[in-house]
């Protein structure tokens, strides 16, 4: 089984969102972990709007990427250049690094109709880029 690490700036949104797509379509090929540089608690429009897919992801937690010294990288998955960019030293023999700057609904301002189509167009990116990866990393073995 592999072990995919979905890495951003504070654990909160996009690496949450995509922590919740992995591991609905993976298909017991991998592990999931999401980690932050920083933590900054789990983002509750990531939440809703990932529940509006039928994906809960209301009982992850926002980790620190230190939590998981020691584990065997297959991917390591950037959604953020401010992670790509300040991201500590990862021990990876081997590990493919793959970075995708997705965009920040969490920066949205404005009404409530604004932030949602913010935090769907980033969940719907995030769900294309998800199923790519599945298909083309984890199904061909």
């Known amino acids: 089984m592999k072990n995919i690490l979905v890495l951003c700036t504070g654990n909160s949104c996009r690496s949450q969102m995509a922590h919740g797509y992995l591991n609905q379509l993976q298909n017991g090929l991998a592990q999931i972990y999401s980690a932050g540089i920083e933590t900054h608690g789990l983002n509750p429009g990531a939440v809703a709007i990932m529940r509006e897919d039928g994906i809960d992801i209301s009982g992850h937690t926002s980790n620190h990427v230190d939590e998981y010294q020691g584990i065997s990288w297959d991917f390591i998955i950037t959604v953020c250049d401010h992670a790509k960019e300040n991201c500590p030293f990862i021990p990876s023999k081997g590990a493919e690094r793959i970075h995708h700057n997705f965009f920040?609904?969490?920066?949205?301002?404005?009404?409530?109709?604004?932030?949602?189509?913010?935090?769907?167009?980033?969940?719907?990116?995030?769900?294309?880029?998800?199923?790519?990866?599945?298909?083309?990393?984890?199904?061909?073995g």
């Open 104 to 140: 920040d609904p969490s920066k949205v301002e404005g009404n409530e109709e604004t932030k949602h189509a913010a935090f769907l167009r980033a969940r719907n990116e995030i769900r294309e880029f998800c199923t790519r990866f599945v298909e083309e990393k984890l199904a061909q």
